[in-house]
């Protein structure tokens, strides 16, 4: 089985859109947890703000603007990830709290880092090095052959269920049978800060 081609499909957007001139002090010293109520079930996350503190930061930040309710999950890669983040739904847009793209934050000496692209891990999606903004991609199959070029900030700790049901849905396939965007639109409902508790 060829393995899907994430520098072609998973990363094909343009990360530059209108500023926003303040940064979320929300995970300073936190472990943060967010709420994505989708509208096939609820899915909650925990963010790795020490080993990710910028792209935690802003993940953070985007979500208390409201930037991420409404958008949908544009893109499904069967047995590979799902794709969202971008308020175009196109794959092509994104925005970011520093009013630009931003650096990845790849260190290996990070539990993260080290850990890799294990199912249920939330990482950064990207067009390069260097291009993050909005957009972000959960692993639905451990995929150790993923190249470490993705800022890895969180992961799924509860509602797996409600991702695979996600990626189970049709699609109309853009990149390949198994890669396309979903037929029905499946939609970020709103996206929250749920809890920050001090380390």
């Not at 899907?4 to 998973?10: E, F, K, R």
């Not at 010293?29 to 609820?42: A, D, H, P, Q, S």
């Amino acid at each position: 089985m060829q393995k899907p081609n994430l520098a072609i499909g998973l990363l094909l957007f343009l990360g530059i859109s209108q500023s926003i001139n303040c940064q979320s002090d929300t995970t300073k010293g936190k472990t943060v947890n967010i709420l994505i109520e989708t509208t096939k079930g609820n899915i909650e996350l925990e963010l790795f703000q020490s080993d990710a503190p910028r792209t935690v930061a802003n993940f953070t930040g985007l979500a208390e603007q409201g930037y991420y309710n409404g958008i949908i999950f544009h893109r499904i890669s069967k047995g590979f990830v799902i794709q969202g983040g971008d308020s175009t739904g196109t794959g092509r847009g994104g925005k970011s709290i520093y009013g630009k793209e931003f650096e990845d934050e790849l260190n290996p000496a990070t539990p993260s880092f080290k850990e890799g692209y294990k199912r249920g891990t939330v990482a950064m999606a990207n067009r390069g090095p260097n291009t993050n903004t909005s957009q972000f991609f959960i692993i639905l199959n451990d995929a150790s052959w993923l190249p470490k070029n993705y800022t890895i900030f969180g992961k799924v700790v509860k509602g797996m269920d409600v991702v695979d049901s996600i990626a189970a849905v049709e699609i109309i396939p853009q990149m390949g049978d198994t890669d396309g965007k979903p037929k029905v639109d499946i939609v970020m409902k709103k996206v929250t800060v749920q809890k920050e508790a001090g380390k």
